[in-house]
């Protein structure tokens, strides 16, 4: 039994979020928060796919992915968690405030963080400036998709900067992050 667990490689933990859409897939019933969101989430839903379904050069699967989306109405939500639609999505600065101080998204956020080796931010800038102000996720441990004026900034933490391209990702971004996290398991 000893040389079956010296053997085995624990797999890397990753979590990947993203905010949610107005655009939502299931209506006037309960979904699960990857199953809810089309629109820009899409492009987030399609990375996790690739990562989740990704095998190393021996055939064994790469890595395991997580996925949270950051709602409105209910905070930070695990991709797996069952919600509903509802009314109001934030889409500006002051709403994304509101709904941290509702939510309190930001620390919920960073604390799920803690048990993954790599989290990637596929988050609007107003959300990834006020994560930035938390200063609460460790350093070295996030892949920043977001505006270039946080380039600086992500660097002094050890983070990975990619320009965001794209709705949330972006085709080159998305090839990027799989080589990152494809070295990450390695």
Known sequence: MTKIYAETKLMKRVLIVTND??????KNRIATAF???GGRVTEV????KRLDTAVDDKGMKLCDVSFGVITTKYGFVPGNYQIMEYPNVMSNREEYLQADLDKNFVSQTSFMTRPFDKVIMCVPKDIFSMFLEANEIENGKVIAVTSPEFREECEKR???FLERKGARVGDDNADEIERLVRELCA
């Open 35 to 37: 199953e809810l969101f």
């Open 21 to 26: 859409s107005t655009v939502f897939l299931v």
């Open 158 to 160: 050890g983070w990975t």
């Open 45 to 48: 839903k399609n990375l996790v």
